[in-house]
């Protein structure tokens, strides 16, 4: 038999801790709940969350299971099951269910989507107003964030001609339509014309559809009608008002399945058990 080789050990001066902003609604929002107990009246506008607790099926549901089950480590093949039909059914989309990796919210997804398919050092570009977690996640992970001034002129979004001029050693790219903090939609040929940029260069796309649902000029695309070997993000955080049970998706494409199921299992294990009984029942409550 073969030795193992011994792990290298690597010291700050090599630049492997990140040094990262604190996520400062996190913050804000300890300071409100501080307040709240206190008993001072709290409007809370630090996150985006519903102002309304989940579907009350699904919470009867979670009810059930509490009082029967005594759940695990667990990942729901029925909930995998609804999550492919729903995108047969919403955008026309095909995925296989193994491509469905169930995660502990939409803030795992990201990481997975993007250390499966980054490398430390690689460049990644994003929208400039845009979800500050992304490029902090980015930094934390090694990865070198490039954000695009978006404003008022580009609906404070990212645009084909914007894609179009990144420099050559991009590596990815991170979509949110409708954006965070904007709510501004990417039209769907921009959309369609970003995906072909990206194939054309080999750009992979990273895409935050958590606020599919929350649109009032007709329905967002995914972008996996444009792009099948993008990842997407994608939680019950929005529009099932489910923030608090901490459930979310990634769809990866095929080739990189093994890649993010690695790091969902080494790094989170599997999502809340009651939380993925809730959010099968809470799918269909629309």
């Known amino acids: 038999m073969g030795l193992l080789a011994a792990p290298r050990i690597f010291s700050k001066s090599e630049g492997m801790t990140a040094d990262i902003s604190p996520f400062h609604a996190i913050t804000i929002g300890g300071l409100a709940y501080d307040l709240a107990a206190q008993g001072r009246s709290i409007i809370h506008m630090e996150y985006g969350q519903p102002s309304t607790g989940a579907p009350a099926a699904a919470i009867a549901a979670a009810h059930r299971v509490l009082d029967n089950e005594a759940m695990g480590y667990w990942e729901s093949a029925p909930l995998k099951g609804r999550i492919v039909r729903h995108y047969r059914e919403t955008y026309g989309v095909e995925i296989a269910p193994e491509q469905l990796i169930l995660t502990c919210g939409a803030s795992p997804a990201l990481v997975l989507a993007l250390m499966s398919a980054f490398a430390p050092g690689d460049r990644v570009a994003l929208a400039r107003p845009g979800y500050v977690a992304y490029r902090n996640t980015l930094a934390a992970l090694h990865?070198?964030?490039?954000?695009?001034?978006?404003?008022?002129?580009?609906?404070?979004?990212?645009?084909?001609?914007?894609?179009?001029?990144?420099?050559?050693?991009?590596?990815?790219?991170?979509?949110?339509?409708?954006?965070?903090?904007?709510?501004?939609?990417?039209?769907k040929d921009d959309l369609a014309a970003i995906a072909a940029i990206c194939r054309a260069r080999g750009i992979r796309i990273v895409s935050d559809e958590i606020y599919h649902g929350l649109t009032y000029t007709g329905p967002a695309a995914s972008i996996l009608t444009y792009a099948p070997d993008a990842l997407v993000v994608n939680s019950f955080s929005k529009y099932f008002s489910m923030a608090g049970w901490r459930l979310g998706w990634l769809v990866a494409p095929l080739d990189l399945v093994d890649a993010a199921r690695a790091r969902m299992g080494n790094l989170f294990l599997t999502p809340p058990s009651l939380a993925q009984h809730a959010g099968l029942v809470a799918f269909d409550c629309r």
């Open 143 to 187: 990865m070198l964030p490039d954000e695009l001034a978006c404003g008022e002129a580009e609906r404070f979004q990212l645009t084909p001609a914007l894609v179009e001029a990144l420099p050559p050693q991009t590596k990815g790219l991170i979509v949110a339509s409708p954006a965070n903090p904007t709510g501004t939609l990417i039209p």
